[in-house]
């Protein structure tokens, strides 16, 4: 059983900055990546970022490049997404999941519940 729980979405200024984290629990979880996705309201979920949980390599989508930083820690079992100067575009539903080192939402079979971030002008 895997079990991923997200935390720290809120309201942000746009320039602004947010941490979300991911909490990840359950078995064979070292076999895989753990990535962040977010989802516009009524569109597909679009990778965001990407990190391996064995050998902490990351990835990003050009979007975010320069801006968010993917980040394992292997004692909390934890990964966070630190969003550095927010826009108004980053607004969405933020979403963990466990799965292939892949941006295709389709390669990820264990979910969080999702946290919101919403950036004003």
């Known amino acids: 059983q895997v079990h991923l729980e997200e935390s720290g979405g809120g309201l942000v200024q746009a320039g602004g900055t947010l941490r979300l984290s991911c909490a990840v629990s359950?078995?064979?979880?070292?076999?895989?990546?753990v990535g962040w996705f977010r989802q516009y309201e009524g569109q597909e979920r679009t990778f965001v970022a990407a990190?391996?949980?064995?050998?902490?390599?990351?990835y990003y989508s050009d979007s975010v490049k320069e801006r968010f930083i993917i980040a394992r820690d292997l004692a909390k079992n934890t990964v966070d997404l630190q969003m550095n100067v927010l826009k108004v575009e980053d607004t969405a539903d933020y979403y963990c999941?466990?799965?292939?080192?892949?941006?295709?939402?389709?390669?990820?079979?264990?979910w969080g519940q999702g946290t919101r971030v919403t950036v004003s002008s």
């Open positions: 999941a466990l799965g292939s080192r892949t941006i295709n939402w389709q390669d990820y079979g264990y």
């Open positions: 359950g078995r064979d979880i070292s076999r895989n990546s």
């Open positions: 990190v391996g949980w064995t050998d902490g390599r990351t």
